[in-house]
């Protein structure tokens, strides 16, 4: 069992700035994955950036150059830091986690975080 606890979300002005983060805890072996996705109104849900073990990160296009992510191993969590933000990245923001739970060997597991709220409007 994982737990998934997301934070950072609310009202904004375009241009300003939000910092989410999110924490994984429980069966937790190891991390392999963890990350950003974003649903906006009548839309399906994106990838906005993830973190892979060994330092890769990925930003998807809208959001690059203006969203940085970065990952705190020991604490099994992640931040995304969201600046210069757009009423376009209004959305709920899930955090994603992908990982080998304890006493697995052979597969990965994902889990979910519920969702914080951004919402970018003067």
């Known amino acids: 069992q994982v737990q998934v606890v997301e934070s950072g979300g609310g009202l904004v002005q375009p241009g300003g700035s939000l910092r989410l983060s999110c924490a994984a805890s429980g069966r937790i072996r190891n991390i392999n994955v963890m990350g950003w996705y974003r649903q906006g109104p009548g839309k399906e849900r994106e990838l906005v950036a993830n973190?892979?073990?060994?330092?890769?990160?990925n930003y998807a296009d809208p959001v690059k150059g203006r969203f940085t992510i970065s990952r705190d191993n020991a604490k099994n969590t992640v931040y995304l830091q969201m600046n210069s933000l757009k009423p376009e990245d209004t959305a709920v923001y899930f955090c994603?986690?992908?990982?080998?739970?304890?006493?697995?060997?052979?597969?990965?597991?994902?889990?979910w975080g519920q969702g914080t709220q951004v919402t970018v409007s003067s």
């Open positions: 973190s892979i073990s060994g330092g890769m990160t």
């Open positions: 994603y986690v992908n990982l080998y739970l304890t006493g697995t060997y052979y597969r990965t597991y994902e889990f």
